[in-house]
């Protein structure tokens, strides 16, 4: 942007001292008016390029951040998406984990209840 900035600063200053020089010149009003046109037309034509290499540049830019930001966010899902496989994956094996404990302790608390029930018949 400073860059732009800069040119279109170089461009109006070069067609104000023109102005001021071409004014200041001992020629006819004929004269002076025709090489002011000639001089506007030519600041005309290089500000009409450099505005295009401007935009041009701006779009080339525009075009490269986009690309980056398609990149982070195809990043960012992946990455989402293996998060997410791993949480389920470690969900699975916790509930089976669970599981097994739960089964183990509903054989102990029979296990232990069984034994007391064979203790107290024995007296």
């Known amino acids: 942007m400073a860059k732009g900035k800069f040119a279109l600063g170089a461009i109006i200053g070069a067609a104000?001292?023109?102005?001021?020089?071409?004014?200041?010149?001992?020629?006819?009003?004929?004269?002076?008016?025709?090489?002011?046109?000639?001089?506007?037309?030519?600041?005309?034509?290089?500000?009409?390029?450099?505005?295009?290499?401007?935009?041009?540049?701006?779009?080339?830019?525009?075009a490269e951040a986009r690309k980056k930001a398609d990149e982070v966010t195809n990043d960012?899902?992946?990455?989402?998406?293996?998060?997410?496989?791993?949480?389920?994956?470690?969900?699975v094996e916790l509930k089976t984990v669970g599981e097994d404990y739960k089964a183990r302790s509903e054989s102990a608390v029979h296990g232990a209840v069984d034994g007391a029930k064979k203790g107290f018949n024995k007296k």
């Open 16 to 62: 104000v001292g023109t102005v001021v020089g071409v004014l200041t010149a001992p020629k006819s009003g004929k004269e002076t008016r025709a090489e002011l046109k000639a001089k506007a037309e030519e600041t005309k034509a290089e500000a009409l390029t450099k505005a295009d290499e401007l935009s041009k540049e701006v779009s080339k830019r525009a």
């Open 76 to 91: 960012a899902k992946a990455a989402a998406l293996d998060v997410k496989a791993k949480v389920e994956a470690k969900a």
